[in-house]
Nanobody, 125 residues
């Protein structure tokens, strides 16, 4: 299993931007598709974005498409989530996750076998 550590969360005003990072250690990072999820208190973990192992394919939740960009640098074992035009509804704990199985339709939390500890993103109005 790959180990994941997120960073980059914080407090930002509505309309602002943040970039989250997730650095992996363990087995070969480039073998894993990566995803970002978010979770608000009392709610289920929600899919945000997914990127294929080589980085060529990306998928987004409709709520973030056009505002968020997922990317990865396999040489640095890191996946990023650039978040622009943030609004208060984006407030959540953001988690990165790794999936060893190919398939861009895999967007459920149960599809990902390794998780980071999460990083808080708070957007003030």
């Amino acid at each position: 299993q790959v180990q994941l550590v997120e960073s980059g969360g914080g407090l930002v005003q509505a309309g602002g931007s943040l970039r989250l990072s997730c650095t992996a250690s363990g087995p070969t990072f480039s073998n894993y598709a990566m995803g970002w999820f978010r979770q608000e208190p009392g709610k289920e973990r929600e899919f945000v974005a997914r990127i294929s192992a080589a980085g060529a394919l990306k998928r987004y939740a409709p709520s973030v498409d056009g505002r968020f960009t997922i990317s990865r640098d396999n040489a640095k074992n890191t996946v990023y989530l650039q978040m622009n035009s943030l609004n208060p509804e984006d407030t959540a704990i953001y988690y990165c996750a790794a999936d060893r199985t190919y398939g861009m339709t895999r967007r459920g939390a149960a599809d990902f076998g390794s998780w980071g500890q999460g990083t808080q993103v708070t957007v003030s109005s």
